[in-house]
C-alpha cells in the first residue's frame, strides 16, 4: 500500500506516472536527505528543484546574506530578501513551494571543524557542492570521501560550466583529477570574471538530476566523467576520467588522513 | 600527425611533448591544468618527458571554482 496522501498522488502525478519513478520512487524521494552546501547560483535552482521533487529532507548551509548582485541568477532569494540571510531566504521560499519538506538551516561557513557534523546531523544521502571557492570544494571532497557519502561537485565561470559526480568506490573523486588547491587568485572567481546568471540554472539542475536518480536508483550517474558545458558554442562534453591511483585522499595509499582548512582567497573575505 | 584535443582535431608537424603542446593547443593557464592522455592523467612532472604520438587523445581539464556568490 501507498503511504501518499491523494494531495501527494495528485502534486507528484507527473512523477508517479513515469515507469522509473512510480509511486514507490516518489515514496523514496519523500524520504530523501540532500544537503545542499551554498545557495548561490548552483544551489538556489537544485535546492528549488529537489524541493518541487518532494525530496522530503532538505540542508542548506550558507554564511553569507542575500545581495542585490545575487539576483541576477540566485532565484530562491527575491528583491525583498535582499540583507537576509541566505539559509532563511530560502527555507521561506522552499515552505512556500512544497510544504512536504523539512528544511534544516545551517548559518554557517563549512570547516574542517563543522563539515562532518553537518553532514551526519540529518545522515544526510548525498551532497550538493554549490561553493564558490577552491578551499570549500577540496573540504566538501574530503568529508564526503571521509563520511563515505555521494556528492555532486560542479563549478560555474563566465558562460562555461562543469560537473561530476563521487559515489564512494565507485568511480574517482575531485582530488583524482585536481590533486591539489590552485594558489590564491590563480584561477578567477565568478565575482573577478562574471558569470551568465543561467549557468547556475543549468549546472544546478543536472546536479539535482544526479541527486534524483541516485535516490531513485534509476539510470547512470556522472561517476567517472566530467561534463563540460559552453553555453556559446552551446556545446556538451562528457569525458571520461579514471581513478587516480596516487590520489590523496581516495586512493590505497592515502597522504590526506585529516580534513584541511585552506586559506579563503583574498577576493571572497572582502566582503565579510 | 593528428590528434584529438579537448574533441577537436589538432594537426601538427612532428611528435611534441606535453609541455610544448599546452602551447600549441593553446592550453589556458598551462600551470593549473590536468592532462589526461588517452584516459590517463599525467601528472605535471611527467609534462617534459611525455610525447604524444598519432592518433593520441587529449584533454585539457580546468579548475572551475565559481557558484555560490
Redesign the interface.
Known sequence: MSSLTNEQIERYSRHIILDKVGGKGQEKLLGGKVLVI??????APAAMYLAAAGVGTIGLV?F?VV?LS?LQRQIIHQTKDVGKAKVQSGQETIAAMNSDVEVHTYNEMVTSKNIRDIIRDQDYDFII??????PA?FLINDACVFEKKPFSH????RF???LMTYVPGKGPCYR???PTM?PKD??????Q?G?LGV??GVIGTLQATEALKYILGIGDLLTGY?LTYDALTMTF?K????R?P?CGICSDHPTITELIDYEQPAC?LRHH | MKLTVNGKELTIEKSINLKDLLVVAKAEQPDYVTVELNGEFVDHSGFESTFVKDGDKVEFLYFMGGGAR
Open positions: 551554498g545557495t548561490g547560483g548552483l544551489g550558507d553569507d545581495d545575487n557542492d554549490g561553493t564558490d571557492n577552491f570544494k560542479a563549478g560555474i565561470i562555461q560550466g562543469q583524482c583529477v585536481f590552485p590563480a584561477v578567477p572567481t565568478c565575482r570574471a558569470v549557468m547556475g566530467l562534453r569525458i571520461k576520467i579514471p587516480n596516487n571572497d
